[in-house]
């Protein structure tokens, strides 16, 4: 099956820095990568997505990069605040219905 | 908001209960997901009904029973559980595909005493 490793599992990062977060992935025919993002006490959230015919995708502080010929796929946040402070997911298909997810990312902004 | 609603948020049952969760989703959607959130550890898929037909039993024991009625409610069912069943259980619908994205409720925090 599909096999998603995420790294790191925890990060701290001052306020107003850049955070990035890696995932690789097993299943070279995976064409879509979400990214959730999970506050304390709430489920996962979509925050940004791409799929496998472009390499980068941008959303305000948020993006997303691709890199389908390593099967690695990151996403970047910058200028962080301290209401990113959260658990980070990467996900990637498997099959016709199923994600598998990685991780975990327990990002914390220092003020 | 998400459009995924999960019932109870929080729930305390002993060994020898029986509960049920509930799932409603205003999106739409034709597919719906169990997953099981633990300490540490990576998102586990239960269950999968397209169309309200389950397409996925990921080797869950039969103390969980899903039932889908209908493409907007999804209940698991509880039954005899183990205090290792606690953890926080989400519900996720989407479009039919694995390349479609999975909106999630706000999960049931599940406590087996």
């Known amino acids: 099956g599909e096999n998603v490793e995420q790294h790191p599992s925890t990060l701290s990062v001052q306020e107003g820095d850049s955070a990035v977060i890696k995932c690789t992935y097993s299943d070279s025919a995976s064409n879509y990568f979400p990214w959730y993002k999970q506050e304390l006490g709430k489920g996962p959230q979509l925050i940004i997505d791409i799929r496998s015919n472009v390499g980068e995708k941008k959303d305000q502080r948020i993006a997303v990069t691709l890199n389908k010929t390593a099967k690695h796929f990151s996403l970047h946040i910058t200028e962080t605040q301290p209401e990113d402070s959260a658990v980070y997911f990467c996900a990637a298909p498997f099959g016709n219905e199923k994600l598998t997810f990685g991780t975990g990312t327990r990002l914390t902004i220092i003020p | 908001e998400t459009g995924v609603t999960q019932t109870p948020r929080h729930l305390v049952m002993g060994m020898t209960n029986k509960k049920s969760l509930k799932c409603e989703q205003h999106?739409?959607?034709?597919?719906m997901y169990w997953y099981k959130q633990s300490a540490k550890k990576p998102l586990e898929l239960m269950f999968v009904?397209?169309?309200?037909?389950?397409?996925e039993n990921n080797s869950v024991p039969s103390r969980f029973s899903p039932e889908c009625p209908n493409s907007s409610h999804l209940f698991l069912h509880l039954h005899t559980l183990q205090p290792e069943d606690s953890a926080l259980y989400l519900c996720?619908?989407?479009?039919?595909?694995?390349?479609?994205?999975?909106?999630f409720g706000p999960g049931t925090r599940l406590l087996v005493l």
């Open positions: 996720a619908s989407s479009q039919v595909g694995g390349s479609e994205t999975q909106y």
């Open positions: 009904y397209n169309f309200k037909e389950q397409t």
């Open positions: 999106l739409g959607h034709n597919a």
